[in-house]
């Protein structure tokens, strides 16, 4: 059986979008989202629209909590996990407990990363670190395999007295 040309190009398109997706996630670090709330926004039969507040610790960073806020898509395609989520989230990092950092940082890492549709969108938080103000200033934004996306939003954590910033 032969394939057309264009359905052969398309195919190597979703397998090269595959591949770079999977290699995204693959090299993130382990972060654990933990649903914090959530709030219907457009009722469906199979599910709702709702936006969902997480709390993810930093990994590297003892003490330090992110809250992100986002849209998650219901409905049926919600519900079966082939939706694509809207790319506006929210974001705000506190302090939450004594600031311990065990080894050095590097001056701006992906912190975390999460799906937002099956294979093409991510939403990312990246820590950097501002060490002028001994400040570490986390983004959210998302990205897509082909297109990024300008919506964004930052937050920023100053470090207690006598607390420095590692940095390597």
Do not use: W
């Amino acid at each position: 059986m032969k394939i057309a040309p264009h359905c052969a190009r398309v195919a190597r398109a979703v397998i090269f979008a595959t591949s770079a997706a999977f290699a995204t996630f693959a090299s993130a670090p382990l972060a654990h989202a933990e649903e914090v709330a959530s709030v219907n926004t457009n009722f469906h039969i199979t599910g709702s629209d709702r936006v969902v507040v997480e709390a993810y610790d930093d990994p590297a960073v003892q003490g330090v909590t992110c809250y992100v806020s986002r849209a998650r898509t219901g409905g049926i395609k919600g519900t079966l996990g082939i939706a694509e989520d809207p790319t506006e989230a929210s974001i705000a990092c506190r302090q939450v407990g004594p600031v311990k950092i065990p080894e050095p940082l590097r001056q701006q890492a992906d912190v975390f990363t999460e799906r937002m549709s099956l294979i093409f969108k991510t939403l990312h938080v990246v820590r950097v670190v501002d060490t002028k103000r001994n400040t570490l200033v986390y983004l959210t934004y998302s990205d897509r395999v082909t297109t990024g996306s300008a919506k964004n939003s930052v937050t920023a954590v100053p470090m207690p007295a006598g607390t420095t910033i590692p940095v390597r």
